[in-house]
C-alpha cells in the first residue's frame, strides 16, 4: 500500500493550497480517508476526513469553513483543498486510510495506513 501526497509549499497568510493524495495497493473504493497535520513539537491532529463513498466529510473546527476535503474514487484520490491559511495551519499534511464506516474517525490509531507527508509552511 502506498499513499503519496503532494501539493504542499510556501504561501503566505490568506493563500491557498491544494494538498492531493494517491493512493495504490489498496482497494481505494472501501477506504474511509482523512487529513492530519503536525507541527513542530506536538501531536499529530486529525484535519478532516471523508467516507469511502464521499456521501460524508467532516472537519476539525480549526479548518471549518476553510478547507473541504474530497475524493475521486475512479483516480484513487483524496484532496485537500485550503484556503484563507494562518501561520498556525503550518504543519506536516499526511493522508491517511481507515477501514470502511459510516463514522469518521478521529483519531489516528483508526487509520491504517498513511503517507509520507507534505509540508505546508504559512508565513505571516
Known amino acids: 500500500v502506498q499513499l503519496v501526497e503532494s501539493g504542499g509549499g510556501l504561501v503566505q497568510a490568506g493563500g491557498s493550497l491544494r494538498l492531493s493524495c494517491a493512493a495504490s495497493?489498496?482497494?481505494?473504493?472501501?477506504?474511509?480517508m482523512g487529513w492530519f497535520r503536525q507541527a513542530p513539537g506536538k501531536e499529530r491532529e486529525f484535519v478532516s476526513g471523508i467516507t469511502w463513498s464521499g456521501g460524508k466529510t467532516y472537519y476539525a473546527d480549526s479548518v471549518k469553513g476553510r478547507f473541504t476535503i474530497s475524493r475521486d474514487n475512479a483516480k484513487n484520490a483524496v484532496y485537500l483543498q485550503m484556503h484563507s491559511l494562518k501561520p498556525e495551519d503550518t504543519a506536516v499534511y499526511y493522508c491517511?486510510?481507515?477501514?470502511?464506516?459510516?463514522?469518521?474517525?478521529?483519531?489516528?490509531?483508526?487509520?491504517?495506513?498513511w503517507g509520507q507527508g507534505t509540508q505546508v509552511t504559512v508565513s505571516s
Open positions: 495497493g489498496l482497494p481505494f473504493s472501501s477506504y474511509n
Open positions: 491517511a486510510a481507515a477501514g470502511l464506516s459510516f463514522t469518521i474517525a478521529t483519531t489516528t490509531r483508526h487509520y491504517t495506513y
